[in-house]
């Protein structure tokens, strides 16, 4: 018989989110509270967008993968794994969390594949091969809260642009071998809108027949689209619970959010 698995939330954040100071210092202290074992994975894809424009480069994303030549992954690795992840790590001491930063290459933590496309060459983007699970779980039993970044490694040398949703959904799927994970998305809206422009038509539970209906008919795109294609990988993978929404349903359990469910 299997044995009762500890909790672990898993949280993740955007560009939005991280773009936003007071925004970000507010989640923080919010992240802070929730109680039990978890994880933070951050993107931050809004600030590495702006600070290669700044330098003259020209940033161009394709199904929600950034191309990532060499230029840009010197930018990413400096605004992601640099700049957001130790300025996230200091706030969460300030609120009294024992957070620890990384990428995928500290500990081997995340290992991944230079993505091979048949006709698109993505450059430095990182596929998740391996995840370092029995060291994850001795951080996390130690009292460690990891913060992981969007950059990975091939176990060769080379770092690799990996995406965040991606990261937070795969970190669920190995760490759901021994403990019961929810995964959180967290974003600027209340949950999957039947309108984006409308905050009030959050879809309170979606499941893959209901989202393949609306990505047809145009209400869901962009970068939803990617989410919940994790999402739903992720659940068929073992992850026990997923719930996108704003950051405010971490602390209230009653406020609106999207229930994914297969
Ligand atoms: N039906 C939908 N409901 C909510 N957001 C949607 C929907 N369809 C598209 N989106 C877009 O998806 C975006 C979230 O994806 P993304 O930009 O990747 O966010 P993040 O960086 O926070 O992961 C929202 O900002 C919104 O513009
Ligand atoms: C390969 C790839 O696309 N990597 C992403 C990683 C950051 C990310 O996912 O950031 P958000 O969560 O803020 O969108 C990128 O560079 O945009």
Same mark, same amino acid.
């Given at each position: ?8 939330s898993? &949280?993740?954040i ?9 925004e ?7 992240? *802070?509270? &929730? /109680? ?8 931050? !894809?809004?600030?590495?967008? +702006?600070?290669? $424009? ?10 929600g @993968? @950034? ?5 840009? =992954? ?13 300025n ?16 995928g290459?500290? !500990? ?6 230079k @993505? ?10 990182g596929?998740? $091969? +391996? ?11 130690? !009292? &460690? ?9 091939? +176990? ?13 959904? #795969? ?8 403990? #019961? ?6 974003? /600027?809206?209340?949950?999957? =809108?039947?309108?984006?422009?409308? #905050?009030?038509?959050?879809?309170? $539970? ?11 008919e !145009? ?8 989410k ?5 990988? *992720?659940?068929?993978?073992?992850? $026990?619970k997923i +719930? &996108?929404?704003?950051? @405010? ?9 999207t229930?994914?469910?297969?």
């Amino acid at each position: 018989m299997e044995k009762n698995k500890q909790p672990l939330s898993i &949280i993740k954040i955007g560009g939005n989110i991280i773009d936003n100071p007071a925004e970000l210092t507010n989640f923080l202290a919010d992240f *802070s509270k &929730i /109680e039990g074992n978890k994880i933070l994975v951050h993107g931050g !894809g809004k600030s590495a967008t +702006k600070m290669a $424009q700044s330098i003259g480069l020209v940033p161009q994303m394709i199904e929600g @993968r @950034r191309i990532t030549d060499k230029p840009m =992954l010197d930018v990413v690795v400096m605004i992601y794994a640099g700049e957001i992840n130790k300025n996230i790590v200091a706030q969460l001491q300030a609120n009294n969390t024992n957070a620890m930063g990384f990428s995928g290459a500290d !500990g081997n933590l995340i290992q991944s594949t230079k @993505r091979n496309h048949p006709t698109i060459d993505y450059g430095f983007v990182g596929d998740v $091969q +391996k995840v370092n699970t029995p060291l994850l779980q001795t951080l996390i039993n130690s !009292g &460690i809260v990891p913060v992981f970044c969007a950059i990975t490694h091939d +176990k060769n040398g080379q770092l690799l642009n990996t995406n965040a949703d991606t990261i937070a959904s #795969e970190l669920a799927i190995a760490a759901s071998e021994v403990f #019961e994970v929810t995964l959180n998305y967290c974003f /600027e809206k209340a949950g999957v =809108l039947t309108d984006v422009e409308d #905050e009030d038509s959050v879809i309170q $539970q979606i499941n893959s027949e209901l989202y393949s209906q609306l990505k047809e008919e !145009g209400a869901i795109h962009s970068g939803m689209i990617p989410k919940l294609d994790n999402c739903f990988n *992720s659940l068929s993978k073992g992850v $026990q619970k997923i +719930k &996108i929404g704003h950051h @405010r349903m971490l602390q209230n359990k009653a406020a609106l959010h999207t229930t994914i469910t297969l």
